[in-house]
């Protein structure tokens, strides 16, 4: 299996309703890409501090490295990565991308 983190810097002055509506569209990809397991995501929420100014996360699970391979360059994954990056302070410095095998 391949796990996705993706940490999220989200500007603060996108509403909540638009923030729901990237996640929304992320989790939505689990049925129209073959090959993922599983999707979660939330707020940054603990104590430590430990954040750097990311906001917001999201997993996903991926069968395999094959089926991760085929999510990149996805066009269904391409639509909502454009939507994503309109709500990140700084574009593309606003995200890391950590996979990892297990």
């Known amino acids: 299996m391949i796990t996705h983190l993706v940490l999220l810097k989200i500007r603060k002055d996108v509403p909540q309703t638009q923030i729901a509506r990237v996640f929304a569209a992320l989790a939505g990809l689990k049925k129209s890409i073959r090959g993922i397991i599983s999707f979660s995501s939330g707020a940054y929420s603990s104590p430590e501090g430990l954040q750097r100014g990311f906001t917001h996360a999201f997993c996903m699970t ?27 302070e700084g574009g593309l410095d606003g995200v890391i991308a950590f996979d990892y095998e297990s």
Do not use: M, Q, S, W
């Not at 069968?63 to 990149?72: F, G, V």
């Not at 994954?77 to 990056?85: F, G, R, S």
């Open 62 to 88: 991926f069968e395999n490295a094959a089926a991760r391979d085929a999510y990149l360059p996805h066009p269904e994954h391409e639509k909502v990565k454009k939507i994503v990056l309109e709500v990140l």
